[in-house]
T-cell receptor, first 111, second 112 residues
């Protein structure tokens, strides 16, 4: 069935360093890949997304890359700050329907 | 503008009781989704509404779970005869265009 694998499950970086989170999806028909940031006690917040007709998208310090052939996509955060600390989820969907989520990555940015 | 709102924020109920969880989507958003977040299962899809109809109910875990949406706006998720394994955070999301889903803060359900 549909599956999204996310790695690593935890990531600790020093402030100012870069962080990379990777996901792999199983359904080749998936065409939309959002990333969410979830802070404690809050709902997931959409931070960036990419569609299958694009290989890379950037928004200030965050970027997402997509390799359709390998069915991989990644989130890159540069110049990390303590407020970037949260749990990050990747997801995949087909045609705007249900999202299939990865297991989450707990990012800790140490000052 | 106002985001997705959910009520109650917390609900404690006894095993066997029925509960209703409410979602108010962003005004004008035609699509509405329910998800469940638990420690062991991560974020799981439950049901999707387009307008008042539900073209995808594939994630509802049992016939104790049902949902409806009226007037193309508010949605209610009902869990009958609650069980301890129903304890989780229930999240609602809405979207205007086909893809971007915006989540509410969730309802934390605890079944004792």
């Amino acid at each position: 069935g549909e599956n999204v694998e996310q790695h690593p499950s935890t990531l600790s970086v020093q402030e100012g360093d870069s962080a990379v989170i990777k996901c792999t999806y199983s359904d080749s028909a998936s065409n939309y890949f959002p990333w969410y940031k979830q802070e404690l006690g809050k709902g997931p917040q959409l931070i960036i997304d990419i569609r299958s007709n694009v290989g890379e998208k950037k928004d200030q310090r965050i970027a997402v890359t997509l390799n359709k052939t390998a069915k991989h996509f990644s989130l890159h955060i540069t110049e990390t700050q303590p407020e970037d600390s949260a749990v990050y989820f990747c997801a995949a969907s087909k045609g705007g329907g249900k999202l299939i989520f990865g297991q989450g990555t707990e990012l800790s940015v140490k000052p | 503008g106002a985001g997705v709102s959910q009520s109650p924020s917390n609900k404690v109920t006894e095993k066997g009781k029925d509960v209703e969880l409410r979602c108010d989507p962003i005004s004008g958003h035609t699509a509405l989704y329910w998800y469940r977040q638990s420690l062991g299962q991560g974020l799981e899809f439950l049901i999707y509404f387009q307008g008042n109809s539900a073209p995808d109910k594939s994630g509802l875990p049992s016939d104790r779970f049902s949902a409806e949406r009226t007037g193309g706006s508010v949605s209610t998720l009902t869990i009958q005869r609650t069980q301890q394994e129903d304890s989780a955070v229930y999240l609602c999301a809405s979207s205007l265009v086909k893809y971007e889903q915006y989540f509410g803060p969730g309802t934390r359900l605890t079944v004792t």
